[in-house]
C-alpha cells in the first residue's frame, strides 16, 4: 500500500535511492502518542528491572539459586526496555529503517538473543522449582549458587553463539542482495533454519517449562493432602509444613511469570513461522509489543508476592543501601512466607 502526503505526493525512506521502500504517513497526533507510550514503556521496564538486579546484587541474603535467575531474567527484560523497546518503537512510528544493513543484522541478534534469553532462563527457573518441590533433598546439592552462576554463564554463551549463527547463516549483513527495498529491516527465514529454530527456541523450551509446571502441581496438591492428613501438633510436621508451602509459594509465583510469558509468546512464535496473508502486520506488531510489554510486568509480580523485594526496594529509594554494612541486613526479618 502506498502511502502519500496530502499533495498526493509518494514519499520514500530514501528519496535519492531508487530501490527505496515506500515511507508510512503518519499525523502528529499519532507521533506524539506512540512516542509517547515508547519513552513511558521503556522508562518504567529499565526502572523496574534495575530495582531487582540492585536488590538482589546489593543485599547477600538473597544470594540464593533461585534468585540468581531471576537476577538473570531482569537483565534480559531491563536491556530490551533500554535497547529493544527503543529502536522498535522508531522503526514502528517512522517506518521506515534508518540505521543500514549492518546495524539491522545487530539489531536482530539482540532482540533473537534476549527473547531466546528470556525463554532460556524461564526453563532454568523451571528446573530449579521442579528441584526443590519435587526432590528437595537432592536441591541443596544438585542447585548450588557456583552450579547455578555457571548454568547462567552457559546459557547467555549458548544463546549468543546460536543467534549470531542464525543471524549470519541467513544474510542479514548482505541485505542488497534480496528482494528488499532499501530502508526495511524484515525477518527472513530460510525452510531449513525455520524447522531449526521451531525445535531449539519453541518447542523444546516450552515443553521442559510446561512439564515441569505440571509435575510440581501435582506434587504441591499431593504433598498439601499428606501434610493436612498427619497434622498432629508436631513440631517437626509444623516445620515440614512450613517449608513446603515457601516452596509451594516460589513456584506459584515464578510459575505466574512463566505462565504470562508463554502467553505473549506462543501466540507471537506461531504467528511469526506461518507468515499467512490471514494475519495482518497490525496483528503481529500487537503481539510483538505484548511480548516486550511482559518484561516490564516481572517485577510487578515480585512486588505482589514477594515481601523481600518491597523491603529492598525501601531500601534502594531511601538510599539506605548506601550506609556501612548495608549489604549485610537480614533481609528476611519478620518475613515469613
Known amino acids: ?201 519453541f518447542l523444546f523450551p516450552c515443553t521442559v517449562i510446561i512439564t515441569a509446571y505440571l509435575r510440581i502441581f501435582y506434587v504441591v496438591q499431593r504433598q498439601v493432602k499428606i501434610i493436612n492428613s498427619q497434622m498432629n501438633g508436631v513440631k517437626c510436621v509444623r516445620d515440614i509444613s512450613v517449608r513446603r508451602k515457601t516452596e509451594s509459594k516460589a513456584a506459584l509465583t515464578l510459575g505466574i511469570i512463566v505462565t504470562v510469558y508463554l502467553f505473549c509468546w506462543i501466540p507471537f512464535y506461531i504467528c511469526s513461522l506461518t507468515k499467512t496473508t490471514a494475519i495482518t502486520s497490525t496483528t503481529m506488531t500487537f503481539l510483538a509489543w505484548t511480548l516486550h510489554m511482559s518484561s516490564g510486568l516481572n517485577p510487578i509480580v515480585y512486588a505482589f508476592f514477594y515481601r523481600w523485594f518491597k523491603i529492598a526496594v525501601k531500601h534502594i529509594l531511601t538510599f539506605r543501601i548506601f550506609q556501612p554494612a548495608s549489604s549485610l541486613i537480614d533481609i528476611f526479618t519478620d518475613y515469613h512466607s
Open 1 to 201: 500500500m502506498a502511502y502519500e502526503t496530502e499533495d498526493h505526493e509518494t514519499q520514500y525512506c530514501f528519496p535519492a535511492i531508487n530501490s527505496s521502500c515506500i515511507k508510512g504517513k503518519r499525523s502528529r497526533h499519532e507521533y506524539n502518542i506512540i512516542y509517547m507510550f515508547v519513552l513511558l514503556l521503556s522508562a518504567w521496564t529499565v526502572f523496574m528491572n534495575l530495582l531487582v538486579i540492585i536488590s538482589i546484587s546489593h543485599f547477600k541474603k538473597l544470594h540464593t539459586p533461585t534468585n540468581l535467575l531471576i537476577l538473570s531474567l531482569a537483565v534480559t527484560d531491563m536491556l530490551i526496555g533500554l535497547i529493544v523497546i527503543p529502536i522498535e518503537g522508531i522503526k514502528q512510528i517512522e517506518t521506515c529503517w534508518y540505521f543500514g544493513d549492518t546495524y539491522c543484522g545487530l539489531f536482530v541478534i539482540i532482540i533473537m538473543l534476549l527473547l531466546s534469553t528470556s525463554l532460556s532462563n524461564l526453563v532454568l527457573i523451571a528446573v530449579d522449582r521442579y528441584m526443590a518441590v519435587c526432590h528437595p533433598l537432592l536441591y541443596p546439592q544438585k542447585m548450588t549458587t557456583t552450579k547455578t552462576l555457571i548454568s547462567i554463564c552457559l546459557c547467555w554463551f549458548c544463546c549468543s553463539v546460536y543467534n549470531i549463527w542464525y543471524v549470519i547463516s541467513n544474510g542479514y549483513f548482505s541485505m542488497s542482495d534480496r528482494t528488499l527495498c532499501y530502508g526495511q529491516c524484515t525477518v527472513l527465514i530460510t525452510p531449513a533454519w525455520r524447522f531449526i529454530d521451531l525445535f531449539v527456541s
